[in-house]
C-alpha cells in the first residue's frame, strides 16, 4: 500500500501521543498505544497498564468506529515492540508500527515476511527503522 510517514512527523509522535494521555499525566505509570495517520496527527489513544491491552483496546475502538482503512494508519506503542504487537496490528491490516522501545527478532522477523514497516527507539527525536523503510520518507 502507499502509507508513508515524513521522518519529522514520527519523531514528534511521543509528544503528541504523551498529550492524550490523562491518566499517565496523573500515574506516570501506564503504557499508551496510539493510531495516526500519515501526516502525523493523533487520531486515537488508548491507555492501559500493559502495552498489549492498550493496543487491543485502540483495535477494538478503531473497529467498533468502522475506522480500520489500515492502508492509512499506523501504530505506535510507548513500550517494546514484540512479536504479538506485530501481529495484532497484521491482523488490524496497518501496515506500521512504531515504538518507543526495541523490538524482539521476532517481530522483525515478522515485519519482514509481511511487508510490514517496524520501527524501534523512537525518542528523543530519533528512531530505528527495521523493516520496511519505504514507508518512511
Not at 511521543?14 to 496527527?41: S, W, Y
Not at 493496543?55 to 489500515?70: P, R, V
Request: aromatic share 8%; net charge negative.
Amino acid at each position: 500500500n502507499t502509507f508513508s510517514i515524513a521522518p519529522d512527523r514520527l519523531v514528534a509522535l511521543p509528544d503528541a501521543v504523551r498529550a492524550g494521555q490523562p491518566v499517565f499525566r496523573e500515574t506516570g505509570g501506564l503504557h499508551a498505544a496510539a493510531a495516526f495517520d500519515a501526516d502525523g496527527e493523533v487520531r486515537l489513544v488508548r491507555e492501559d497498564v500493559g502495552r498489549h491491552n492498550a493496543t487491543d483496546k485502540l483495535i477494538g475502538a478503531l473497529f467498533a468506529a468502522d475506522a480500520l482503512s489500515g492502508e492509512n494508519l499506523g501504530i505506535f506503542v510507548s513500550g517494546r515492540a514484540s512479536f504479538e504487537l506485530m501481529q495484532k496490528a497484521l491482523v488490524a491490516g496497518i501496515p506500521l508500527l512504531a515504538a518507543v522501545g526495541a523490538p524482539s527478532s521476532l517481530a522483525v522477523d515478522t515485519a519482514l515476511e509481511y511487508g510490514m514497516t517496524l520501527v524501534g527507539f523512537l525518542r528523543d527525536g530519533s528512531f530505528n527503522t527495521y523493516a520496511g523503510g519505504r514507508r518512511i520518507g
